[in-house]
């Protein structure tokens, strides 16, 4: 499974960006996709995901309401899943990964973002929230 990320860049506070992840021969059954983050000294962290299952959604306290992830793989073969990132701020700034997972049921159970879960990560790509 390949991950190909797009989107981000800088950006001013309360601006918005939107990244898409795409994922070849992913998607198609019960997988989950999920958008995680980085910040310089800090521990990489869940932000949002998403099953392809039934499209339950899963965000961290401070992106609701400002963040929404939505998924598109009406092509059949590939699984795009997007992070609409609104009023960004500056605390919002970090490196953004997106990665993939065999399976949904476990998100009931587990942590829907421990990182241990998720199998394919992408390269990861710089947001930058700055005026």
């Known amino acids: 499974v390949q991950l190909v990320e797009s989107g981000g860049g800088l950006v001013q506070p309360g601006g918005s960006l939107r990244r898409s992840c795409a994922a070849s021969?992913?998607?198609?059954?019960?997988?989950?996709m999920g958008w995680f983050r980085q910040a310089p000294g800090k521990e990489r962290e869940g932000v949002a995901c998403i099953s392809s299952t039934d499209g339950s959604k899963y965000y961290v306290d401070s992106v609701k309401d400002r963040f929404a992830i939505s998924g598109d793989n009406a092509g059949g073969t590939n699984w795009t899943v997007y992070l609409q990132m609104n009023n960004l701020k500056s605390e919002d700034t970090a490196v953004y990964y997106c990665?993939?997972?065999?399976?949904?049921?476990?998100?009931?159970?587990?942590?829907?973002?421990?990182?241990?879960?998720?199998?394919?990560w992408g390269q990861g790509t710089q947001v930058t929230v700055s005026s």
């Open positions: 021969g992913f998607g198609l059954n019960d997988d989950t």
């Open positions: 990665a993939a997972t065999y399976g949904t049921g476990w998100l009931t159970i587990k942590n829907p973002f421990d990182l241990s879960s998720y199998d394919f």
